[in-house]
């Protein structure tokens, strides 16, 4: 079936480092992919997405580019903040599984001043 | 004006008991979801409703029972709560099955 990997966090940076989120995923025909971010205490939010190969999601200066060769949608940011602490979260969607999210684990980052 | 909302935010049961969480949009869409996070931030889905009709039932057990009495609304009901029911339970909706997904805030459910 399918699935994603994301790396293992926490992930600790400091504030205005370059910020890099691995994912990977398997999956059968064309699934749609996702950034999904969840801070504290809170439920989880778009963050950004790309339904087709080559396509870059970008937003808040957050960017992912859906490499099906590699079958990878990296989540990268240039300048982390403080305000983007919070749990980051990579899913595919396919219309095999009913058109339900499939999460990776998820990715705790924290950024320091 | 929550979109989508959830209630109870917190609820803490003792075990053998049976518990409900409510969860509306606002928003006219057709497809709604229930995922459980785990104590790890693991998030897996459970139910999914179309237009009142359930289209995932993933494998949970029957002690989970999603009510949908209109398309507005998504309710879960679990009975005789164990110990492993503990988790934070989502709903979500998209205007239809494959659209954006819409999350509400979570309902924390402790079972002790």
């Known amino acids: 079936g399918d699935s994603v990997t994301q790396m293992e966090g926490p992930v600790t940076l400091s504030e205005e480092a370059f910020l890099t989120i691995n994912c990977t995923y398997t999956?059968?025909?064309?699934?749609?992919l996702f950034w999904y971010v969840q801070y504290p205490g809170e439920g989880l939010q778009l963050l950004l997405k790309a339904t087709k190969a080559d396509d870059k999601g970008s937003n808040k200066g957050f960017e992912a580019t859906y490499r099906k060769e590699t079958t990878s949608f990296h989540l990268e940011k240039g300048s982390v903040q403080v305000s983007d602490s919070a749990v980051y979260f990579c899913?595919?969607?396919?219309?095999?599984?009913?058109?339900?999210?499939?999460f990776g684990k998820g990715t705790s980052l924290l950024v320091t001043p | 004006d929550t979109a989508v909302s959830q209630t109870p935010k917190y609820l803490v049961t003792q075990m053998g008991n049976d518990k409900s969480i409510k969860c509306e949009q606002n928003?006219?869409?057709?497809?709604m979801y229930w995922y459980k996070q785990d104590s790890k931030k693991f998030l897996k889905i459970m139910f999914s409703y179309n237009n009142k009709e359930l289209i995932i039932n993933e494998t949970v057990p029957n002690r989970f029972s999603p009510k949908s009495p209109d398309k507005a609304h998504l309710n879960l009901h679990i009975n005789s709560l164990e110990l492993g029911d503990s988790a934070v339970y989502f709903c979500?909706?998209?205007?239809?099955?494959?659209?954006?997904?819409?999350f509400g805030q979570g309902t924390r459910l402790t079972v002790v």
């Open positions: 899913a595919l969607r396919n219309s095999n599984s009913g058109y339900a999210l499939n």
């Open positions: 999956a059968t025909g064309y699934p749609s």
């Open positions: 979500a909706s998209s205007k239809k099955a494959g659209a954006e997904a819409f």
């Open positions: 928003l006219g869409h057709d497809t």
